[in-house]
Structure formats: C-alpha cells, structure tokens
C-alpha cells in the first residue's frame, strides 16, 4: 500500500487537475510495482476522476471501483442507483459512466443535498468526527432518494460507510470500498471474480 498526503490530492482537486492526480496516482503504481504488487486498487471514489490519465501509463492493471459495484448492482438486481460522495465525485462522470454501459440509472444528490455531504465529509468524517445532526442528513438524502424511484444507494466515500450502514440506511446499500476490497482479495487468491457483496458490513 501507498499513499500520498490527501493534501496532495485535494490540492489538485480544487484546482481542477486531473492530470497532477493522475500523475499522484501513478508514482504511487510505479512504487508498487517495486514491491511486487500484481495489479492495482484506489479505495479513493473521488480520485477515480483522473483513471483515464492513468490507466493508458500504468505498469500494471487496475481494478476500477465504479465497475466493481456496478457488477455488484446489476448482479443483486437493482436498477436505479442513488450516488453519494464529495462534491466532486458527484459532479464527475466516474459512476454514470460505468452504470449506464450496464443499463443501470445514476441519481445524483441536488445542489444543495451535494454541497451539505461534501461539507459533511471534508469537515468532520475525514477528521472523525460522527455527529447525529450528520447521519440524519444522509438518511434523509436516501429516503428522499428512496421516494425517487432508487432502489439502492451507492456509499461513493470511504468515510460515508463509518455512519451509514444496512442497519439504518432507508436503503440497501452498496458500500464501494467493501466491494473493491473483496474483489481485489478474489483477484489475488486467483479466481479473478468479482463475486458481489450480499449485503451488510
């Protein structure tokens, strides 16, 4: 495993440069290589932004986190996918992308809805915070989401899973980075399946 400081990341982010995220990425595969990775995973929903910069110059493969749940979604019949993440994983094109080349539908948070989860992630998740005002605001998202015709909610954050669960999510969830994690342990093990998460976390 290697990182750089999420500074790094979020320095490029708000200037727009996907190609200095792409570049973050791939010293980070470059660094891997050395020590004998196979292929290559970014548990970072947002990141995956810059995949296509990176994938046409990586020394080694990747699994893409938007494809890992999206076979995970079609697999478990669902339809019609809430999305939530940081304000620019929402805005980007990682996750329709994936889900339509599947036949599988995209609804993003409002404007409002986005700006209140990004605030929600940067502010306090990423520095541990977990407030009840917080998990309210997501599980009204989803309820909302819910009434909207969604059939499951895609956690597209790694923080997004420390306060929202199966347990009281109005909504199954598909929690990106379970998934990614279970697919890349197939994968190493051998059978390169991406058998989908039942459900839980």
Not at 49 to 58: G, K, L, N, W
Not at 142 to 147: L, T
Not at 189 to 199: E, L, N, S
Request: glycine share 6%; net charge negative; hydrophobic share 40%.
């Amino acid at each position: 495993m290697h990182t750089p400081s999420l500074e790094d990341y979020v320095n490029c982010l708000e200037r727009g440069d996907l190609p200095g995220v792409g570049d973050l990425m791939l010293a980070s595969a470059h660094k891997l290589v050395k020590c004998g990775a196979d292929f290559l995973i970014c548990p970072d929903n947002t990141i995956h932004q810059a995949f296509s910069y990176v994938e046409p110059r990586s020394p080694l493969p990747w699994l893409h986190i938007a494809d890992v749940v999206a076979d995970s979604a079609a697999a478990r019949g669902f339809k019609r996918l809430g999305l939530t993440g940081t304000r620019w994983l929402v805005e980007s094109d990682v996750y329709p992308a994936r889900l339509e080349a599947r036949q599988l539908e995209c609804v993003r948070p409002t404007q409002s809805e986005m700006i209140e989860i990004d605030r929600i992630i940067m502010d306090e998740l990423v520095h541990g915070q977990f407030k009840p005002d917080s998990v309210a605001t997501f599980l009204e998202l989803m309820a909302r989401m819910k009434a909207d015709g969604c059939d499951a909610v895609i956690l597209g954050c790694t923080e997004i899973p420390l306060i929202v669960n199966d347990a009281n999510a109005p909504l199954p969830i598909l929690d990106s980075t379970r998934l990614l994690a279970e697919a890349a342990l197939q994968k190493a093990v051998g059978d390169g399946a991406t058998t989908p998460h039942d459900g839980g976390t």
